[in-house]
C-alpha cells in the first residue's frame, strides 16, 4: 500500500465506506455526515484547506429512495448541494473526486444494458437529484471520476440480503416482485477496485459503471439468498404492480461495464459468486 497518497472517504459509515475503511486502513481519513456536513459549503472549505488529500472518494448520499419524494430539500442538500461544495474546493486545490452514483438516473425502459453514453432520465426525486449531482461535479471538477452502480448489499448495515435472511426465518414464505431487473453489487467488490484506483491505478476521469457480472430480478435474488444460506423458505415471484412504492423504480436497470472493463484490463466476479462470499461474512447469529 502506497502511505503516501492520503484519501478522504465521506459517508464512511455507508456499506461501500466501510469496507473502503477497512481495504484502505490508515491511508484513508474517514468522516460521517455528523461530522462533517458536506452541505455546509463553509465546513468543507475549512475542513479541505486544513488538510491535505490526493483523492477524495464521496460515498456519501440521501439513499431513502421513497423518503426522498416527501423530503425533496434533504436529498437535495446530500446530492446536489454537498458534491457542488466538494467539486468547488476540491478542484481549487487540486484534489481528485471519485463519486459514487446510480442506476436510478435511467428511467429503465431500454431492452439492452444501460452505457455511460445512454441519456439519463430518472423516474424519482432520488435518481433526478443524483443526476444532477454528476452534472455538477464535471461541470465544476472536469477531472473527476463517477461510478454509477446499484443493488448494492454488504455484510454490514440494512440491505436486501440482510432483510431477505431476517424475513426467511420469520416468515411462511416470502413474497418478491420479479419484474425489475438489474444485478446485485457486492459493495467489498467495488471497494477493492476504488482502492486500488486510489492507491496505485492509473486515473481516467468521467463516467463509468459498475457492477457484478450477470442479471437477476429481485425475485432471482431473493431466491439465491435463501438458497446460499441453506434456508427453505417459499419466496413467491409478484409483479411490481402487488408492491407499490411512494417512488418508481427502473423496471430494467441492467448496467455495460465494457468501458470500466477495457480501460482497466479488470475481470468482474459473477453476483452469485460473490453473494456466497458475503455470506460467508455474515455469522448465524446477525442472519
Same mark, same amino acid.
Given at each position: 500500500?502506497?502511505?503516501?497518497?492520503?484519501?478522504?472517504?465521506?459517508?464512511?459509515?455507508? *456499506?461501500?465506506?466501510?469496507?473502503?475503511?477497512?481495504?484502505?486502513?490508515?491511508?484513508?481519513?474517514?468522516?460521517?455526515?455528523?461530522?462533517?456536513?458536506?452541505?455546509?459549503?463553509?465546513?468543507?472549505?475549512?475542513?479541505? #484547506?486544513?488538510?491535505?488529500?490526493?483523492?477524495?472518494?464521496?460515498?456519501?448520499?440521501?439513499?431513502?429512495?421513497?423518503?426522498?419524494?416527501?423530503?425533496?430539500?434533504?436529498?437535495?442538500?446530500?446530492?446536489?448541494?454537498?458534491?457542488?461544495?466538494?467539486?468547488?474546493?476540491?478542484?481549487?486545490?487540486?484534489?481528485?473526486?471519485?463519486?459514487?452514483?446510480?442506476?436510478?438516473?435511467?428511467?429503465?425502459?431500454?431492452?439492452?444494458?444501460?452505457?455511460?453514453?445512454?441519456?439519463?432520465?430518472?423516474?424519482?426525486?432520488?435518481?433526478?437529484?443524483?443526476? #444532477?449531482?454528476?452534472?455538477?461535479?464535471?461541470?465544476?471538477?472536469?477531472?473527476?471520476?463517477?461510478?454509477?452502480?446499484?443493488?448494492?448489499?454488504?455484510?454490514?448495515?440494512?440491505?436486501?440480503?440482510?432483510?431477505?435472511?431476517?424475513?426467511?426465518?420469520?416468515? *411462511?414464505?416470502?413474497?418478491?416482485?420479479?419484474? *425489475?431487473?438489474?444485478?446485485?453489487?457486492? $459493495?467489498?467488490?467495488?471497494?477493492?477496485?476504488?482502492?486500488?484506483?486510489?492507491?496505485?491505478?492509473?486515473?481516467?476521469?468521467?463516467?463509468?459503471?459498475?457492477?457484478?457480472?450477470?442479471?437477476?430480478?429481485?425475485?432471482?435474488?431473493?431466491?439465491?439468498?435463501?438458497?446460499?444460506?441453506?434456508?427453505?423458505?417459499?419466496?413467491?415471484?409478484?409483479?411490481?404492480?402487488?408492491?407499490?412504492?411512494?417512488?418508481?423504480?427502473?423496471?430494467?436497470?441492467?448496467?455495460?461495464?465494457?468501458?470500466?472493463?477495457?480501460?482497466?484490463?479488470?475481470?468482474?466476479?459473477?453476483?452469485?459468486?460473490?453473494?456466497?462470499?458475503?455470506? $460467508? *461474512?455474515?455469522?448465524?447469529?446477525?442472519?
Amino acid at each position: 500500500m502506497e502511505e503516501d497518497k492520503k484519501i478522504l472517504i465521506t459517508g464512511s459509515n455507508g *456499506q461501500l465506506g466501510r469496507e473502503l475503511s477497512r481495504i484502505l486502513g490508515d491511508a484513508a481519513l474517514c468522516t460521517t455526515h455528523e461530522e462533517l456536513d458536506l452541505a455546509d459549503g463553509d465546513a468543507v472549505e475549512r475542513f479541505l #484547506r486544513r488538510h491535505n488529500f490526493d483523492y477524495i472518494v464521496n460515498c456519501a448520499a440521501y439513499t431513502a429512495v421513497d423518503r426522498a419524494e416527501e423530503e425533496k430539500l434533504e436529498c437535495g442538500r446530500a446530492n446536489i448541494d454537498a458534491i457542488e461544495n466538494l467539486a468547488k474546493f476540491a478542484d481549487e486545490l487540486g484534489y481528485r473526486i471519485l463519486h459514487i452514483s446510480t442506476d436510478y438516473v435511467f428511467d429503465g425502459n431500454s431492452c439492452r444494458p444501460y452505457t455511460e453514453g445512454d441519456k439519463p432520465a430518472p423516474l424519482s426525486v432520488y435518481g433526478s437529484t443524483k443526476r #444532477r449531482g454528476e452534472t455538477a461535479l464535471l461541470g465544476l471538477a472536469p477531472e473527476s471520476m463517477i461510478i454509477r452502480t446499484g443493488w448494492l448489499y454488504s455484510a454490514h448495515g440494512h440491505n436486501f440480503v440482510k432483510t431477505i435472511l431476517e424475513h426467511g426465518k420469520s416468515k *411462511q414464505g416470502l413474497k418478491v416482485v420479479c419484474d *425489475q431487473i438489474g444485478t446485485p453489487t457486492y $459493495a467489498a467488490d467495488l471497494a477493492a477496485f476504488i482502492a486500488d484506483k486510489v492507491l496505485h491505478g492509473f486515473w481516467k476521469p468521467g463516467i463509468f459503471h459498475y457492477s457484478n457480472e450477470g442479471v437477476a430480478s429481485w425475485y432471482d435474488f431473493a431466491v439465491a439468498i435463501l438458497e446460499e444460506a441453506g434456508i427453505g423458505t417459499a419466496v413467491k415471484p409478484i409483479p411490481t404492480s402487488e408492491y407499490p412504492t411512494t417512488a418508481v423504480r427502473p423496471q430494467y436497470a441492467v448496467l455495460d461495464k465494457s468501458r470500466i472493463k477495457a480501460t482497466y484490463n479488470i475481470e468482474i466476479p459473477h453476483w452469485r459468486a460473490s453473494l456466497r462470499r458475503c455470506l $460467508a *461474512q455474515i455469522t448465524p447469529s446477525n442472519r
